[in-house]
């Protein structure tokens, strides 16, 4: 007895309908992936920026002006590597700390600063902190 036995498989439309659903999915979520990196990588910066300024107010408090990075033992780059430390014009009144990411990010977060001076402190750009 020769039965012809059923062959079951995929056809070319079902195939191209699952490429298509996933094409789609890929490019919903590759979007939401990217930005959620660029926070992560963004927090590193803003906590290497927060540890400085703990560090530097730690400092002020046992001295006539705030510190340099050396002065306060602190490395000029973020814990995770993604941003490099920058302290300009420390002083008794105040001093400039800038972030810079070692990558390109997207938008205006590529370099954070902060400025503290006798009237405040000033954290720019505004939409990244």
């Not at 070319?12 to 979007?31: K, R």
């Amino acid at each position: 007895m020769n039965a012809r036995l059923k062959q079951a498989a995929f056809t070319l439309i079902e195939l191209m309908v699952v490429v298509a659903i996933i094409g789609i999915l890929s490019a919903i979520a590759y979007p939401s992936y990217i930005e959620y990196v660029q926070r992560a990588r963004r927090a590193d910066g803003q906590d290497a920026i927060l540890r400085v300024q703990l560090a530097q107010e730690k400092w002020r408090a046992n001295n006539a002006s705030y510190g340099s990075l050396d002065d306060l033992d602190i490395p000029a780059g973020s814990s995770e590597g993604y941003f490099t430390l920058a302290l300009s014009d420390p002083s008794a009144t105040g001093y400039t700390l800038t972030a810079t990411s070692t990558e390109q990010l997207a938008g205006a977060c590529h370099t954070l600063t902060l400025t503290i001076s006798t009237t405040g402190e000033t954290r720019s750009p505004a939409g990244c902190w």
